[in-house]
């Protein structure tokens, strides 16, 4: 099991950057792939982005495409989400997770909840218009 921890989120006019991250530990970052979700209020969790194991590979929804980027640094067991040109339905608690993959599902990535194994505790992204 991982223990992951997100961080950087806040409060920010519509327009406007912020960089998430998320810190693992506890297992071999590099042995996971990874991804980001979010639940705005009253809504269901949805699908933002994942980075593949290698980090080769990322893909995003629709809704956050051009706007944000997921980068890895597996020296510093870190995830990150750069999030610009921020909109206020972009508000929600952001969650990373991760799922342990072998070697051979290296450049995969996953976009179902439900594909992966550990999640952090969430950080509220607040975008006002």
């Known amino acids: 099991q991982v223990q992951l921890v997100e961080s950087g989120g806040g409060l920010v006019q519509a327009g406007g950057s912020l960089r998430l991250s998320c810190a693992a530990s506890g297992r071999t970052f590099s042995q996971y792939s990874m991804g980001w979700f979010r639940q705005p209020p009253g809504k269901q969790r949805e699908f933002v982005g994942a980075i593949s194991r290698s980090g080769t590979i990322t893909t995003y929804a629709d809704s956050v495409k051009g706007r944000f980027t997921i980068s890895r640094d597996n020296a510093r067991n870190t995830m990150y989400l750069q999030m610009n040109s921020l909109r206020p339905e972009d508000t929600a608690v952001y969650y990373c997770?991760?799922?342990?993959?072998?070697?051979?599902?290296?450049?995969?990535?996953?976009?179902?909840?439900?594909?992966?194994?550990?999640w952090g505790q969430g950080t509220q992204v607040t975008v006002s218009s």
């Open positions: 997770a991760t799922k342990a993959v072998t070697p051979i599902r290296a450049a995969r990535v996953y976009i179902n909840s439900p594909d992966y194994d550990d």
